[in-house]
């Protein structure tokens, strides 16, 4: 079985800095490629954050580049999401998302973590 656990999200002022971790486990985790942040306000429909490939080319929305930074530890099948300068229209909950082939498989799939809360108070 495999999961994504996510952590570090919460409370902060805007201008505050927060770092999301996202943790994938499995013993039958062969490989992950692209993995990457969305996130879901309130009344709004799931959207991309940041997205970062396992050679860690990384893409972004244009509301968060310069402000966020994605990267990963290939060798802890592990994403991060370094955000910098939170404003409040930051708030929401943020969903880690991995593509990942498992033994025996031929093919990837892909998993969704369980969100953690970002609130960006003004």
């Known amino acids: 079985q495999v999961q994504l656990v996510e952590s570090g999200g919460g409370l902060v002022q805007a201008g505050g800095s927060l770092r999301l971790s996202c943790a994938a486990s499995?013993?039958?985790?062969?490989?992950?490629?692209?993995m990457g942040w969305y996130r879901q306000a309130p009344g709004k429909q799931r959207e991309l954050v940041a997205t970062?490939?396992?050679?860690?080319?990384?893409n972004y929305a244009d509301s968060v580049r310069s402000r966020f930074t994605i990267s990963r530890d290939n060798a802890k099948n592990t994403v991060y999401l370094q955000m910098n300068s939170l404003k409040p229209e930051d708030t929401a909950v943020y969903y880690c998302?991995?593509?990942?082939?498992?033994?025996?498989?031929?093919?990837?799939?892909?998993?969704w973590g369980q969100g953690t809360q970002v609130t960006v108070s003004s």
């Open positions: 499995g013993r039958s985790i062969v490989s992950i490629n692209d």
């Open positions: 998302n991995a593509d990942i082939k498992r033994l025996l498989s031929v093919t990837y799939s892909n998993y």
């Open positions: 970062i490939t396992k050679g860690s080319s990384t």
